[in-house]
């Protein structure tokens, strides 16, 4: 079974703090996404990574950041966290390019920002 | 751009009904089209795509491409049925990105 895990499901923290959120897949997949998920919006790409080192904007890359290290840990940047970035984070990986694949998503983290 | 539009927020229905969440995409291209669903407590999850032509738990989607729909369908619902569903839709120029729909909220009530 694919295991793709992130490192806090509740997070609680101040506007202007720097966040940093993980993830971490266990299968050897070459990609990585970041989505933020909100009531009526759906999920909406934040950022994604074809490999290590690589990096490609999303949808809504805006006061957020993205590394990827290491091939199985690929980790969300909020520089300095506002109230409008409240949200569920889910992370996901997936095999390789071919857009027929399947993406396997981890739990989730919601975060909170006063 | 693609866009994907799931035009119901919340879907109500009653046990042994029949079910349709209906979905609508625009992509200029030859898309492929996925279900994913989110029960409570539990992470998204793939429930279907349009190459396999399968059934999963009595769900079956169809794509139209003249009408450009993807709706997904189920004679009978259960009230497991319960969750979150979203459409997505990938692009096949930008390796495996998906793009999401709204979601509906499916209730199915005993």
């Known amino acids: 079974d694919v295991k793709v895990t992130q490192s806090s499901r509740y997070l609680v923290k101040r506007t202007g703090e720097k966040v940093f959120l993980e993830c971490v897949q266990d299968?050897?997949?070459?990609?990585m996404f970041w989505y933020r998920q909100d009531p009526g919006l759906g999920l909406r790409l934040i950022y994604f990574s074809y490999d290590v080192k690589m990096k490609e904007k999303g949808d809504i890359p805006e006061g957020y950041s993205v590394s990827r290290e290491k091939k199985e840990r690929f980790s969300l940047i909020l520089e300095s966290a506002s109230t409008n970035q409240t949200s569920m984070y889910l992370c996901?990986?997936?095999?390789?390019?071919?857009?027929?694949?399947?993406?396997?998503f981890g739990p989730g983290t919601r975060l909170t920002v006063t | 751009a693609q866009r994907v539009t799931q035009p119901e927020k919340l879907l109500s229905v009653f046990k042994g009904a029949p079910v349709e969440l209906k979905c609508n995409y625009s992509y200029s291209g030859s898309p492929e089209l996925f279900w994913y669903v989110q029960y409570s407590r539990q992470r998204l999850q793939l429930l279907l795509r349009?190459?396999s032509r399968e059934s999963i738990k009595g769900f079956t989607a169809d794509l139209n491409k003249g009408e450009t729909s993807f709706h997904l369908k189920k004679p009978f619902a259960q009230e497991e049925d319960s969750a979150m569903y979203y459409c997505a839709l990938s692009d096949n120029n930008a390796g495996n990105m998906l793009t999401f729909g709204g979601g509906t909220r499916l209730m199915v009530k005993p």
């Open positions: 299968m050897d997949h070459e990609n």
């Open positions: 996901a990986s997936s095999l390789d390019r071919s857009y027929s694949y399947e993406q396997y």
């Open positions: 349009h190459i």
